[in-house]
């Protein structure tokens, strides 16, 4: 037991001490005892707390909503372009998947552990009491400004991420439309004047429900791909797989990467919401499971209907006609997307406290910022717009930021803070695991980065 951090609970806190800028900074949950092995360590399946006679309320989301709502943040624009990572990396691109997503479903629940700190009451009880409430509280407890350091990270990678859901849009409307006297940059524009009144959303609420149909309409395409993929089965290449190339490889990596993107930005926020957050393991368990399963049967079953014609976006390898009814709920994806980006980017700056900025959100939830921050969000999303026009290769930009943002954000940097703060309480083998996904993310990620930058100046040139 000597392994565990042991400290004497200080008498709880006022909810005026515990509220402070809209943000929960210490919840005390008494959670009791926590399994431990012979050595006195815990072991994964331990890691979480259990629900016990709480000291502040638990959150009112089912464990159902939870996995919804880590669903919705990585299904995005990334399943578009899974069929082309399964043609371009072939056996290599589906163990990959594999391996990143049992990375992924790890990272996210030694996040949500360190949200937490094991310590002994006076009363001689083992509580896990919530420390953390935040992605970039996680950071500050690990390194002087590695709070600020997560922050800017994601909030550049939200960044792109929403110039990403500008540009989809006008690359599908050129391909649905391709008579129409309008340029893929004149389809951008006019889907940035589509989602400019989202800035005036006040609640996140409001913007949940956006994204939850959002998700939907992904599902509904994927379902779509599937149906026409069933419906010539005799059609179907199953011979003619991509031989491994490093190059191809790394494109897939990238691409691959681009799904876990934004979900751990998400998982601190989630974990609170749960109602028995001693499900939060199970649920992430069992999300990731279905998530993968799902994917990997549409991404190798597409690229068996479509074979060497599998396009960088699956809607364009569709036959003209009735199918093209995807392009259209894709667009209403990102049409219903973009706007939970602008909030989070938002958000973030909020976070940030940069002083030159006017406040981000108004002095209630239902009030409307002043007007100099509505002007500051007009131009965030012009910039963004910015990003969209000067760089106009979706697939290039999405392999880009999965390889450059990713691997920071869902592997290193979880990693490293939990061998930081959990370092006496790990196995020997958990601590070389920790050690191994970091080693690949840096490896893999720096490949990836190499070969995306390539592209990128490749689709530039004449």
Known sequence: MEAIRMKTMKSPTSPKD???NGVINHLELYQGAP???????????????????????????????????????????????????VREGGYAAIITHLM?????????????NCLYETELSEDGKVRQVRVRSSYSDIGDACW????????????????????LYLELPGFLMMDAFPNAPVSQVGWTVITAVVVLPSIFLKTLTMIAWLSMMAVVAYFVMAACVVGYGLSITDQWETSNWQHFTLETFMVSF?????????????????????????????????????????NLLYGVMAYLTFGSHTAELITDSLPRGPYHIVNV??????????????????TYIEWLRIQFLPPCHGMTV?????????????????????LAII??????????????????????????????????????????????????AIGGGTLAVIFATKQLIEAYLP
Request: aromatic fraction near 14%; charged fraction near 15%; proline fraction near 5%.
């Open 18 to 20: 515990i509220q402070q």
């Open 366 to 386: 239902n009030q409307l910022p002043g007007m100099w921050a509505m002007i500051f969000r007009v131009l965030l999303v012009l910039f963004t717009l910015f």
């Open 144 to 163: 002087k400004g590695g709070g600020r350091f997560i922050n800017y990270i994601q909030l550049i990678d939200l960044i792109a991420v929403a110039a």
């Open 100 to 112: 990143l997503t049992a990375f992924g479903c790890y990272t996210c629940k030694i996040l949500g």
């Open 35 to 85: 399994d431990y092995d012979d050595e006195g360590k815990l072991s994964v399946g331990a890691y979480h707390p259990l629900d016990g006679d709480q000291k502040t309320p638990p959150g009112t989301s089912s464990t159902w909503l939870a996995a919804w709502n880590v669903a919705n943040c990585i299904q995005g624009a990334g399943i578009l372009s899974l069929p082309y990572a």
């Open 254 to 294: 990238g691409l691959t990467l681009f799904h876990y993107d934004t979900v751990y930005a998400a998982i601190p926020s989630v974990e609170e919401s749960m109602k028995h957050r001693h499900k939060f393991n199970r649920m992430i368990n069992w999300t990731f499971v279905w998530l993968t399963v799902f």
């Open 391 to 440: 760089v106009p290769h979706f697939r290039h930009f999405m392999g880009f930021i999965g390889a450059l943002m990713t691997p920071f954000v869902a592997y290193i940097i979880p990693c490293g803070c939990h061998l930081k703060l959990k370092y006496h309480e790990l196995r020997w083998y958990e601590i070389s695991f920790e050690i191994l996904i970091i080693v690949v």
């Open 329 to 346: 709920l894709v667009v209403i994806k990102a049409l219903l997307t973009y706007p939970l980006m602008i909030f989070m980017i938002i």
